[in-house]
């Protein structure tokens, strides 16, 4: 078993060197090695390097829009995009199904739900429009999509609400989406989050993304900052 740094991610792989035989074939063993060794890594590295920059990407729409919160001094300012990726086995490429930040939909909403509910708007001629199907009588419902649809936010879902609302870790968990992509944790500014805990319970995988953890702190602080 071999664990491989590649960029931000470590990768297990099952491969081991052949057990040594006789110490004339030794040196050829260790070169035939080290050249596949080499080989996967390039490999890795050429895959998570290119899956790395496309979810920094999408976690930069992201904070455009938290950009657009009216600050508060008593919540943070949180961007989401939803990207779908459906059918799992296409092609396409994917589609930002819908995005939402923090306060944009009456009630003190959040970013997640609100780009939840916007999805959910969508109308079944829109949805054909952006996943078509060869059959008439297979014509994709939200719910299917919600279930290869992956959440990047710019902060850590919460899993309490002051409000008295629905927590943002229950909406997604309930929505069925398979992956949550995450800028930065929820600090205690308010509560102790534990959203994401709560998600990887459910069975939702949970990214960190490196890189922006700063600028997705400070956009969640704006406006409240001493």
Wanted: charged share 20%; glycine share 6%; proline share 7%.
């Amino acid at each position: 078993m071999k664990h491989l740094q590649v960029g931000h991610n470590t990768v297990t792989t099952a491969w081991s060197p052949p057990a040594s035989g006789p110490r004339h074939s030794t040196h050829g063993c260790r070169r035939c090695v080290a050249l596949a060794r080499e080989f996967i890594v390039l490999n890795l590295f050429f895959f998570f390097s290119i899956g790395d920059e496309q979810h920094i990407q999408y976690l930069r729409e992201a904070l455009l829009e938290a950009a657009k919160c009216t600050p508060t001094p008593t919540a943070f300012c949180v961007g989401c995009v939803l990207v779908a990726r459906y059918p799992a086995n296409a092609t396409q490429q994917p589609h930002v199904l819908a995005k939402g930040y923090s306060r944009e939909l009456p009630g003190n909403t959040h970013a997640e739900a609100n780009a939840l509910t916007k999805a959910r708007q969508l109308s079944p001629e829109h949805l054909s429009e952006m996943f078509p199907t060869s059959a008439e009588n297979d014509k994709p419902t939200i719910d299917d999509v919600l279930k290869h649809t992956d959440v990047y936010t710019t902060l850590e879902p919460c899993s309490v609400r002051t409000s008295g609302l629905a927590p943002c870790a229950d909406t997604l968990i309930a929505a069925n989406v398979p992956r949550c992509f995450i800028g930065v944790g929820e600090p205690d500014d308010f509560v102790q989050c534990e959203g994401a805990q709560r998600l990887k319970a459910a069975g939702c995988q949970v990214i960190w993304l490196k890189g922006l953890e700063e600028e997705c702190l400070t956009a969640a602080r704006r406006g409240r900052q001493e």
